[in-house]
């Protein structure tokens, strides 16, 4: 199967949040863009680039938040996570790559309530494959696809960003 | 020192955290790396992340320590194990049974991992030796032979300031003889290409082979100094000597404690170090540990991210590749 253009998809969604920001309220009431280490902030951060809000983009690095800490471990060439001081009632853009079971937003929402206590966060996917295993939903999705539980959508960059579809098994497609 | 090194799995990986000898380079990289993504965790408005949630962490102190065991406990509370902090006596301690006993009776409170301080030398890798599958034990210094945990604070301080290693002259003055530190710092800055490694002490204060852990020997403390770009001067540990290795304190200091005019013989950049507790006026003039080149109190603070970076890797046992299951 084809995968989507990511330029579109990011197109598509920062057309969707347009809405949410509106120069003329103080910075303190506009929403803040947090992408989800490493796939989510570089959407984040291409989406960041094309509406430039006056709040600065946020970074987070879930690895301590994982329930799969133990088996996984650590990744310490990933980037720790930076999020603008006070987080208190301010509205949370949070920006992943490809929502899947779920357990990666589960854990960044645990991250983010560490900082503070947003007023809103609203979930935005660029790939949304469906087979949840929490009940986890997004806001806004730039393209839902089917693929086989086996398969793997990976984002590939930071320069061009593009999506790639690993399969392990020899099923047809 | 065991030849066999009971502190890394069958693929690399830190199962004990007993002495800087017998790590490698890529190990110790990655506790400084893994220490940085933890700083942040001390700067925010819950200082706790979920790693430790559900362990249970004992802190086995046999010898005193304020800053050791407190900022071992900071992590431990930040990483959100549950913990248990002992003060044993040593006075009815022998070596051999009764540690044994201990580590018994605490293993059947289903313990996780065990941080140990001991006046006997070898003692962590004994605990190591004799416990049970999947419970691992940290050296918070053992006797005379090592400190790990201070050594990568003080590499973490070391990087954080002056960046690359391969392009460093480190002082470590006063007595290396019964310094833990000074071993598990040389082995460290050792193993991260350290330039040059500089020890300045006394004979009496020197261990008989010195030269061959790849150090340079200086007996005197202004050749030793000039052009250092770290300074690390040591606790003068009185309660360790026998026999009269020093003349008097005050002689020591005049000899060999840091003043601000020393000083100036390193670099003008050159960052101070002390490992903590520091004499006064015996080891390092008052001014200069209070003074701008002095980074003894951050070596403190950064302490604590580098305590739950071992903590951390300890318990994360695989660095694999964390797929795509979002």
New interface residues.
């Given amino acids: 199967m084809s995968l989507p253009s990511v330029e579109i998809l990011i197109d598509k969604l920062t057309q969707a949040l347009k809405p949410y920001f509106n120069s003329s309220l103080p910075i303190s009431e506009q929403p803040i863009i947090v992408g989800i280490e490493t796939g989510g902030y570089w959407i984040a951060r291409s989406i960041h680039e094309a509406i430039q809000p006056d709040t600065e983009l946020g970074r987070l690095n879930i690895s301590f938040y994982r329930d799969d800490f133990t088996k996984i471990g650590l990744h310490p060439t990933v980037k720790p996570s930076s999020l603008p001081t006070d987080i208190d009632d301010k509205t949370i853009i949070l920006v992943d790559d490809v929502l899947y079971s779920g357990r990666t937003v589960r854990a960044a929402m645990n991250e983010i309530f560490d900082y503070g206590r947003p007023r809103r966060i609203i979930l935005v996917i660029l790939i949304d494959r469906g087979e949840r295993e929490i009940p986890i939903q997004a806001d806004i999705v730039a393209e839902t696809v089917e693929i086989n539980p086996d398969d793997h959508i990976k984002l590939e960059g930071p320069q061009l960003l593009k999506l790639t579809l690993q399969s392990t098994g020899d099923h047809a497609s | 020192m065991p030849a066999d090194n009971i502190q890394l799995d069958d693929n690399g ?1 830190l199962l004990h955290f007993l002495s800087i000898e017998g790590l490698n380079q890529s190990i110790l990289t ?1 506790i400084l ?2 220490a ?6 001390s700067e ?3 200082k ?4 430790l949630r559900g362990k249970t962490v004992a802190n086995l102190f046999f010898e005193s320590s304020t800053r050791t065991r407190s900022t071992f406990e900071l992590a431990e509370q930040r990483l959100s194990a549950d913990i248990l902090s002992l003060n044993v006596s040593t006075s009815a301690t022998t070596k051999g049974e009764s540690l044994l006993d201990t580590l018994q009776n605490l293993e059947a409170m289903q313990i996780d991992m065990f941080v140990i301080r001991h006046r006997d030398s070898g003692s962590a890798y004994f605990f190591a030796q004799h416990v049970g599958p999947g419970v691992s034990v940290l050296n918070a210094g053992d006797g005379q032979h090592e400190h790990p945990s201070q050594a990568m604070l003080d590499m973490y301080t070391i990087r954080h300031y002056k960046k690359d290693f391969s392009q460093l002259r480190v002082a470590i003055v006063g007595d290396i003889l019964h310094s833990r530190v000074a071993r598990s710092q040389i082995h460290a800055l050792n193993l991260l290409n350290t330039a040059e490694v500089r020890v300045i002490a006394p004979r009496t204060l020197l261990p008989v082979n010195t030269e061959s852990l790849g150090v340079q020997v200086f007996e005197d403390l202004d050749q030793g100094l000039k052009d250092a770009d770290v300074v690390i001067m040591l606790r003068l540990q009185k309660e360790r000597m026998r026999g009269a290795l020093l003349p008097s304190e005050k002689e020591y200091f005049r000899l060999y404690g840091l003043s601000q005019d020393r000083l100036n013989l390193a670099k003008p950049d050159a960052i101070v170090m002390h490992p903590g507790p520091a004499n006064r006026g015996v080891e390092i003039e008052s001014s200069v540990m209070d003074g701008n080149q002095s980074v003894i109190l951050q070596q403190v603070s950064f302490g604590i991210s580098v305590r739950m970076a071992v903590m ?2 300890i ?6 590749q ?5």
């Fill in positions: 990986k990655e790396d893994t940085e993504s933890f700083t942040s965790v925010r408005n819950v706790k992340v979920p790693i951390s890797m318990v994360g046992q695989s660095g694999l964390t797929g795509d299951e979002s």
